[in-house]
Nanobody, 121 residues
């Protein structure tokens, strides 16, 4: 069993900042990529940012320069999303995703339960 647990969402004013955390645990052999997705009401889920095991990162154009994804050096199965200069259009449920290899050598995608981020005055 693999679990992804997110934390750090909430209500913030436009221009504010938040940091999301996601910790993966369970029968994990290795993690190839960890990522954050988001889904706003009435819209499709979209990739926000991703980071590989080697540290390469990728961002959606809409968040470049405002969001930073990183992995915890001490706890490699933990990923963060630091969000600055938040805009109302960043409002969404944010989901953590991990593409990983389990202890039984099965590769697959796992998802967290989601955390709500609301940007509003």
């Amino acid at each position: 069993q693999v679990q992804l647990v997110e934390s750090g969402g909430g209500l913030v004013q436009p221009g504010g900042s938040l940091r999301l955390s996601c910790a993966a645990s369970g029968s994990i052999f290795s993690i190839d990529v960890m990522a954050w997705y988001r889904q706003a009401p009435g819209k499709q889920r979209e990739l926000v940012a991703a980071i590989t095991s080697g540290g390469s990162t990728n961002y959606a154009d809409s968040v470049k320069g405002r969001f930073t994804i990183s992995r915890d050096n001490a706890a490699a199965n933990t990923v963060y999303l630091q969000m600055y200069s938040l805009k109302p259009e960043d409002t969404a449920v944010y989901y953590c995703n991990a593409h990983l290899r389990s202890q039984s050598s099965i590769r697959g995608d796992y998802w967290g339960q989601g955390t709500q981020v609301t940007v509003s005055s």
